[in-house]
C-alpha cells in the first residue's frame, strides 16, 4: 500500500536510523519518509518506463481477490464526464495535437463524436440531474430562492442541499440504479455504490468502498499523487505570476487559497476517479460506471478556456482515457468507453470589470435605498469539488458567513440577486408569489427599463399577466407565447432553441421575478459573468450550452439534434441496457 510504504521508510529510519548515526526529529520524522517514497516513486517509473502493464498487473492481482467467480458474458459502459469541456474547445484540442487518444478514437471509428445542447441553465446541476436521473425540472440555475419556504436559498452544492435535490427529482430509475457505480458526482444516478458522491457523502456508510483498494494497489501510487499534487500547486503559482506580468486579460485574482483548490481538482481528484475505475473494471463486477474529472473546468473559471493552463489540463485528461483504454484489456470483461462533458463554458471579462461595480452594486441603485438587499454572487461555490479538496473547508470558512447569519439574511432581505455565471437572478421577497411584469413596472418604473438600458446586459425574461412569458432587450419584446416581435429580436445570436430554453425555464417553480441574461458578443465569443470568472457558464451565449459526447460507434443514436440533458440520459440507458440483451 502506498500508506504503508510511508510507514515501511519510517520503520527503515528507526531502525537503521541510529546505526548510521542519523537523527530524525520534528517534522522530519514525517517529511522524511514522504521524500523517500518520492524518491522510490521517481526510480521506480525510470526503471518500469517501457512498461505499462505493471501498474495494471498489481491492480489485476488485488482485484482478483474481489472478483466473483462467474464473469459477465455482456459489455459493461464506463462513462466519464471531462466537467466544463465543449464541443467546440475539444475539436481544437484534438487539432494541436494535445488528446491524441481521444483523436485516435475517433479516426478509428470505434466512437462517434456529437455536440449536444444544454438546458438553461448550463451548469453541472442541471446537467447531471438530467444525464443521471432523467429530469431536472425546477432546477433554475445554480441557486435560486424559494419564496414559500421564508425565502431560503437551495443551490446545486452542499451535501445537505444535493441530497434534498435528488430526492425531489429522483424516481428510482437512475442512470446507475441496476448495478452502477457513482465515482464523483453530485448525484447518485440511484446506486448506492459510491464514492465521493455528493448527494450520499453524509452517509458514514457510504465512505468505505472497496473500489478504494485500487488506489493504492502499487506499492508508490500514494506518494505519486502527493507529488504530483505538489507539483500542481507549484505551476498554479508560476501561472499567477505569468498572467499579472504578461497582463493577460481578462484576469482575475487567484490568490493563495486557490492554489491547493486546483491542485485538489487537477490532480487528487483525476488520480482517484480513474484508480476507482480501474479498479472496477478489474474486478468486473459493474455493468455502468459514471465519473466526473473537474479540473479543466476549474482551470478554465480562473484561467480562462483557451489559456495554457486550460490545455495543460486537457492534455492530462487525455492521459487519463488512455489509462482507461489500457486497463480494459487487463479486465475479464469489455468496457465500453463514454466520453462526455455536461456544459462548456464562454470567455469573458466579467461584468464588474466592464462596468465598475458589481452587479447587484447596480440593482441597488436602481430601488429604494431603504429596501434591504442580499446577494449572492461568490464565484467558488458552483464547484463541487470544493466539498471534496484538502483543506475546503477552512477556505469556504475564509470566504463565506455562516450558514445561520445567512439564512437569517435572506428571511430578512426585501430583495436577493443571484448569480450564475453570465445569469442573474432577481428576487423582490415582500410578496411571496413571482411578480409579473405588470405588477413590476407599477411597484419600481425604473427598474425595468434601466436594467434593459444597461450595455452589458443581453435581455430579461419576466412573466406578463397579458401577454404571457417575455424576453425584453434594447430594442424589443420578444412574446415567447405567441412568437411575436416586437422591434429587433433581442434574442438574436443567443442559439436557435432560446425560445424553447427560456419557456421551459419560465414554467419553473422557483423562477425569479426578473431573470437577466449578459450581453453575447458573437464575433469575440464573450459573455459577462455576474460572478468574478473568466471562463463562465449558467446562462445563454456562445459555448457554454455546446457540451460534447463521443460514444461507440455501434450504438443507436438518432441522427436528429440532442436537445436538454434528460435525452442525454435516454440515449445513454437505452444503449447500456441493450447491451445486455443476448
Request: aromatic residues 10%; proline residues 3%.
Amino acid at each position: 500500500f502506498g500508506i504503508g510504504t510511508l510507514i515501511l521508510h519510517g520503520l527503515l529510519l528507526e531502525i537503521f536510523g541510529p546505526l548510521l548515526e542519523i537523527e530524525v526529529t520534528g517534522w522530519a520524522i514525517i517529511l522524511a519518509p514522504l521524500a523517500m517514497s518520492i524518491v522510490t516513486t521517481i526510480l521506480s517509473a525510470a526503471l518500469t518506463i517501457e512498461d505499462d502493464g505493471s501498474y495494471y498487473r498489481s491492480v489485476m492481482r488485488d482485484a482478483g481477490k474481489k472478483r466473483k467467480d462467474v464473469i459477465k458474458n455482456y459489455p459493461g459502459v464506463i462513462i466519464v464526464e471531462i466537467d466544463g469541456l465543449a464541443y467546440d474547445v475539444l475539436c481544437e484540442a484534438i487539432d494541436k495535437g494535445l488528446m491524441p487518444t481521444v483523436k485516435s478514437m475517433i479516426e478509428d471509428g470505434t466512437h462517434t463524436l456529437r455536440e449536444w445542447e444544454t438546458d438553461l441553465s448550463s451548469q453541472t446541476g442541471a446537467s447531471q440531474a438530467g444525464i443521471l436521473h432523467g429530469n431536472n425540472e425546477n432546477i433554475t440555475a445554480f441557486r435560486w430562492i424559494e419564496k414559500d419556504n421564508d425565502n431560503q436559498m437551495m443551490q446545486c452544492s452542499g451535501p445537505n442541499n444535493v441530497k434534498q435535490l435528488e430526492e425531489r427529482i429522483s424516481n428510482g430509475n437512475g442512470l446507475l440504479v441496476d448495478n452502477g457505480a457513482s465515482r464523483s458526482n453530485l448525484f447518485s444516478g440511484d446506486t448506492d455504490n459510491v464514492i465521493f458522491t455528493m448527494s450520499k457523502i453524509l452517509n458514514l456508510q457510504k465512505l468505505y468502498n472497496k473500489a478504494w483498494f485500487s488506489v493504492f494497489s502499487n506499492p508508490s501510487n500514494f506518494a505519486r499523487i502527493f507529488s504530483l499534487f505538489l507539483w500542481e500547486m507549484i505551476l498554479e503559482i508560476v501561472s499567477q505570476i505569468k498572467h499579472k506580468v504578461k497582463n493577460i486579460q481578462p484576469r482575475i485574482k487567484r490568490g493563495i487559497l486557490y492554489i491547493p483548490t486546483r491542485a485538489g481538482t487537477n490532480v487528487f481528484m483525476r488520480e482517484i476517479n480513474t484508480s476507482t475505475l480501474i479498479g472496477d473494471m478489474m474486478v468486473g463486477d459493474i455493468d455502468i460506471a459514471y465519473s466526473t474529472y473537474l479540473g479543466y473546468d476549474e482551470i478554465a473559471h480562473h484561467s480562462g478556456v483557451r489559456d495554457e493552463d486550460s490545455w495543460y489540463a486537457l492534455k492530462g485528461m487525455d492521459l487519463q482515457i488512455k489509462r482507461l483504454l489500457d486497463g480494459n484489456k487487463y479486465s475479464p470483461r469489455d468496457y465500453q468507453l463514454v466520453i462526455q462533458s455536461d456544459h462548456g463554458q464562454t470567455n469573458g471579462a466579467t461584468f464588474k470589470q466592464r462596468y465598475g461595480e458589481s452587479f447587484e452594486e447596480f440593482i441597488k441603485s436602481l430601488l429604494p435605498q431603504d429596501m434591504t438587499l442580499f446577494a449572492k454572487m461568490s464565484s467558488n461555490e458552483d464547484h463541487y469539488a470544493e466539498a471534496f479538496i484538502p483543506f475546503s473547508q477552512q477556505i469556504d470558512n475564509l470566504k463565506n458567513r455562516s450558514k445561520e447569519e445567512e439564512k437569517q439574511e435572506l428571511s430578512d432581505s426585501e430583495v436577493i440577486i443571484m448569480a450564475s455565471g453570465n445569469l442573474a437572478m432577481i428576487y423582490l421577497t415582500q410578496w411571496n408569489h413571482r411578480l409579473t411584469y405588470e405588477e413590476l413596472n407599477n411597484l419600481f418604473p425604473e427598474l425595468i427599463p434601466e436594467i434593459i438600458k444597461n450595455e452589458y446586459v443581453g435581455f430579461i425574461l419576466v412573466r406578463s399577466s397579458e401577454n404571457g412569458d417575455l424576453a425584453i432587450g434594447k430594442d424589443g419584446i420578444y412574446y415567447l407565447d405567441s412568437g411575436k416581435i416586437e422591434g429587433s429580436n433581442p434574442l438574436e445570436g443567443f442559439g436557435d432553441n432560446i425560445v424553447r430554453h427560456l419557456k421551459r425555464n419560465s414554467s419553473f417553480k422557483y423562477t425569479p421575478d426578473i431573470l437577466v441574461n449578459s450581453f453575447y458578443d458573437d464575433e469575440n465569443d464573450e459573455v459577462c459573468a455576474f460572478e468574478e470568472l473568466v471562463g463562465s457558464h449558467g446562462g445563454a451565449g456562445g459555448s457554454q450550452s455546446k457540451p460534447f459526447i463521443l460514444y461507440p460507434s455501434s450504438w443507436n443514436v438518432p441522427d436528429e439534434e440532442i436537445i436538454g440533458a434528460e435525452n442525454i440520459y435516454k440515449i445513454l440507458k437505452e444503449n447500456s441496457e441493450k447491451l445486455k440483451e443476448p
